[in-house]
């Protein structure tokens, strides 16, 4: 991000910002639209099928294919994440298939990723800004010397065919909008959630299958996969991708009080998740933090009490349907997102609506 | 064992504050600090230092003043600090970046072969996370990224163990040095500087190195030049349009209050309703 690291200004403002796209020659046979289609331990993330929703749009705007890139070990997985890419939207889907490829190592993900991009030359590349989509990113890049943007949330094609990739920075105070001048392709990672995670379509017709070896020998891998420890609680990756989520924030007072989150969130079947603060002060766990650094959220409903809506909170809640904030400060920063206010106490506000929705859903869950 | 530690001296992001009118950073009298997630790779360096032997050594680009975090660093415990400084890396991106780092890297590494390079996760201002993995690439190490435990270093097989984070759990692995890590945040808590650390920071002949001296072959590659993304435009969030719904909670009850609510919000998505009670229901 040239802005954060500019020391001194160098140029007068706008610097090559202003400057004439040229494309250099040889990169003028780049085309089409490509997401990676991050597959790990035989799952596939959802973000790749955000991606492929957003990516149409794109390959649409520019009238050029939409390629899903997938990477895996032999098997019924890895060519159902391949089947699947098709229904999601991609045209064409480039497959490396290699026993290599069962779990993510850097060197086999970043030169199969790395053979294809030369081989078959698209001019926009897309993947998730996961810890393996960034680790991988980063790699191939620096490998093609082409430029990436980090943590999108919003992309778009400029009127020249650029791609404008906007993200926000110093902590979401402000938002950038960055363009790879003069390389290809134009790399951008996407926060998982912010795009719409598309329709899937059975009826899309099975597109293009391009294979592609990895040419590479266990030997040629110096890094070696002792063993992997899966998560114990499985729920905790389940946050990112509720429906409905309660969360708490430093106005609930003390960590006791963090029940009456929990005791809505399971009556309404929900995620429960909270501020940065309570992950500081250990009343819940790093995994349930929302926002910037943590998660993006983007339920159908997200109850926020005692929730101030810092900046920082406030990225990751924007793309929540339903915002309903409590908050016993009429002039909160929260107000200004929700969709329904309630100004009050949340103590007594949280255990009033436990027991209303309660009686609305009839159900009596048992708390826990 | 010699252990070379990227940090960057970045504005303290709890202070900054964005002018309403031109959107730009207001830097003025924003404190510098060490990007806080450079200070648990530090810390990791260090623990490794003191049981292993050998030496820290700090790395930081940036404008003469980022000498203050170089020092700061000496002063926790590092023990030798390099600060790259030119007016050619000005508004270098993170490929230009990884290029001057692994260029000066690669300049330490001749007199004092490196075995790790340590960088943060992530800055807080870029917020990329690239310019470890572009270093690891440029000078082809192995690149360990959100390492939360440094698991064991055999210094006579050259190898390292780490726990990486991944998406649905953890990943132990091992690989040959030299390597590149990034650690997690959590992963440990930066210790104390002692007082004679504090006594030796101050006093410490620093190197300061330009272009020519950190051994950059390809001056184009740097700054403004060497960076194939730019800054097109800068703003603020957008303020949302339609203004949230009230509840009106003057002299109601708890209850009344509730019933409000959760009529309004099923007024506003119909289709929600249905969806829980299938959902309390069990029934997907
Ligand atoms: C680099 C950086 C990254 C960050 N990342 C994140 C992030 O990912 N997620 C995040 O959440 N924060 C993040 N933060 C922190 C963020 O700036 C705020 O400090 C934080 O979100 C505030 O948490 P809070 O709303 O719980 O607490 P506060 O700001 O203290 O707000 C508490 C609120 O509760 C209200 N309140 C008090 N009593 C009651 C009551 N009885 N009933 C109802 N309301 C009551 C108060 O009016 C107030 O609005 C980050 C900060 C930095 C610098
Ligand atoms: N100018 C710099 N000087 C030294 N290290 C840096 C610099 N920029 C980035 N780094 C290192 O690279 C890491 C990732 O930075 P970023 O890609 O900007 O998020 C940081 O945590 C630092 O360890």
Known sequence: ?368 | MHIVVCIKQVPDSAQIRVHPVTNTIMRQGVPSVINPYDLFSLEEAMRLRDTLGGKVTVLSMGPPMAEDSLRKALGLGADDAVLLTDRFFAGSDTLATSYALASAIKKISETDPVDIVFAGKQTIDGDTAQVGPGIAKRLNLQQLTYVAKVEGVDLEKREVVVHRRSEGGVQVLKTSLPCLITMLEGSNSIRFGTMPDMFRAARHQLRTWNAEAAGIEDISLCGLKGSPTVVKKVFAPSARKDKATMIDVTGKSADEISAAAIDAIFKAQPKLEADMLELAAGTR
């Open chain 1, 1 to 368: 991000m040239s802005e954060a690291k500019k020391p001194v200004p160098a140029k007068p403002a706008g610097g090559r910002a202003g400057m004439k796209k040229e494309l250099p020659e040889h990169f003028k046979s780049y085309k089409h639209v490509w997401v990676f289609v991050e597959m790990e331990r035989g799952v596939v993330h959802p973000v790749s099928w955000e991606l492929l929703g957003e990516g149409r749009k794109l390959a649409d705007k520019l009238g050029v294919e939409l390629a899903g890139v997938v990477m895996g070990p032999p098997g019924a997985e890895t060519r159902a994440a391949v089947a699947e890419s098709y229904t999601y939207g991609a045209d064409t889907v480039y497959l490396v298939e290699d026993p290599l490829l069962t779990d993510y190592r850097n060197e086999p993900f970043a030169k199969a990723l790395t053979d294809v991009v030369n081989t078959y030359q698209p001019e926009v590349l897309l993947l998730g800004a996961t810890t393996l989509g960034r680790d991988l990113a980063g790699t191939v890049a620096t490998t093609l010397k082409t430029g990436l943007t980090a943590d999108c949330t919003e992309l778009a094609i400029d009127d020249d065919r650029s791609l404008a990739a906007t993200r926000p920075t110093f902590g979401g105070s402000l938002l950038c909008t960055i363009h790879t001048l003069n390389y290809r392709p134009q790399m951008a990672t996407i926060r998982p959630r912010v795009m719409a995670m598309p329709d899937k379509d059975e009826s899309r017709p099975v597109g293009g299958l391009i294979e592609h070896p990895l040419n590479m020998a266990e030997d040629d891998i110096v890094t070696k996969i002792l063993s992997f420890i899966a998560d114990q609680d499985s729920d905790k990756a389940q946050l990112a991708y509720a429906d409905v989520v309660v969360a708490g924030g430093l106005g609930l007072g003390k960590p006791e009080n963090f029940k009456l989150v929990t005791d809505l969130a399971t009556v309404l079947g929900a995620e429960y998740g909270g501020s940065r603060p309570l992950v500081q002060k250990g009343w819940i766990a790093a995994e349930r933090q929302i926002g910037q650094t943590g998660k993006t959220i983007r339920p159908k409903l997200y109850i926020a009490a005692g929730i101030s809506g810092a900046i920082q909170h406030r990225v990751g809640v924007e793309g929540a349907d339903c915002i309903v904030a409590i908050n016993s400060d009429p002039g909160a920063a929260i107000f200004e997102i929700a969709h329904i206010g309630i100004v009050g106490d949340a103590l007594t506000i949280l255990p009033a609506l436990t027991e209303a929705f309660r009686k609305r859903l009839s159900v009596n869950r048992m708390a826990g």
